[in-house]
């Protein structure tokens, strides 16, 4: 009886310190530009992921490319800690989101969670549900606040036969650091972004880096100076001045 009451303490012991060891894990996941995805196009994934103990963790993609082909992606390894971390990552989507996925594991192979990339798309409370846009032009914002949102879901002309038109707003916090972030995009409009400190060098440079390759970039300036010397600014057609008082004439 001893030696059974004993070798049950140990299985109960081992029991509560694998309970007591196990992570909780979450894991969500945004794509596009501001939940716009474009099919065929390289976009943004946002992969925010928190743990109840810091570990480092893999994330693996795997997304349909073509008709018989998936994608198998496997990134450097991220940091997990108790404090959700937004990780970026820009791959070329498809139209199927529900069969591509993201997926955590741990140094050892075991999974940690995952999500599709249209997993939240079927809760009617959600606000930033993923939408697919193919045959429209596709105008990305980002800056102090939307822009242009009167242009949105503009319907086709009969007359002219033009495409719709598509606006959607992404924070700069977000702005893709790689040229290729952009790739969805007809024009990416900054409305009066601040490129002293609001769009840091890379995301900077990035931009730069897209527009000689033949994106379309237009700035509406606002109330902040703006740097002769940064990256943007040198290959505006113009110079923007500084803010001044003037005084009307009366008559």
Same mark, same amino acid.
């Given at each position: 009886?001893?030696?059974?009451? $004993? ?5 109960? @012991? ?6 007591? !060891?196990? @992570? ?23 992969i ?6 810091? $570990? ?6 795997? *997304? ?11 990134? *450097? ?22 069969? %591509?996925?993201? %997926? ?20 009617? &409370?959600?606000?930033?549900?993923t ?6 032009h596709?105008?990305?914002?980002s ?5 242009? &949102? ?30 290729? !972030? ?9 409305? @009066? ?9 890379? &995301? ?9 390759? !033949? ?10 100076? &703006? ?14 001045? !500084?803010?001044?008082s ?6």
């Amino acid at each position: 009886m001893r030696l059974l009451l $004993r070798n049950c303490f140990f299985a109960g @012991a081992i029991l509560l310190l694998a309970q007591a !060891g196990r @992570a909780d894990t979450k894991l969500t996941v945004e794509s596009g530009w501001g939940g716009i995805v474009r099919p065929d196009h390289w976009n943004p994934i946002f992969i925010t992921a928190s743990d109840s103990k810091s $570990r480092p963790a893999l994330v693996e993609i795997q *997304a349909p490319h073509e008709s018989s082909v998936t994608m198998h992606v496997q990134m *450097a390894p991220i940091a997990l800690s108790p404090k959700p971390q937004v990780f970026s990552f820009y791959l070329p989507l498809s139209a199927n989101l529900s069969d %591509t996925t993201v %997926t955590l594991r741990d140094q050892e192979g075991n999974k940690l969670g995952e999500v599709a990339l249209d997993a939240n798309d079927s809760d009617p &409370q959600n606000i930033h549900r993923t939408e697919m846009v193919s045959n429209a032009h596709f105008i990305g914002v980002s800056g102090s606040s939307p822009l242009m &949102q009167a242009l949105d879901a503009a319907t086709d002309s009969v007359e002219t036969r033009r495409p719709p038109i598509r606006v959607s707003f992404m924070p700069l916090q977000q702005l893709p650091d790689v040229a290729i !972030g952009y790739d969805l995009l007809d024009v990416l409009v900054l409305n @009066a972004p601040d490129l002293t400190s609001g769009i840091g060098p890379r &995301q900077q440079q990035a931009i730069v880096d897209w527009v000689r390759a !033949g994106g379309r970039l237009l700035i509406v300036p606002g109330m902040t100076p &703006q740097p002769e010397s940064s990256a943007i600014a040198r290959i505006l057609p113009c110079s923007i001045g !500084g803010r001044e008082s003037i005084t009307p004439d009366p008559t």
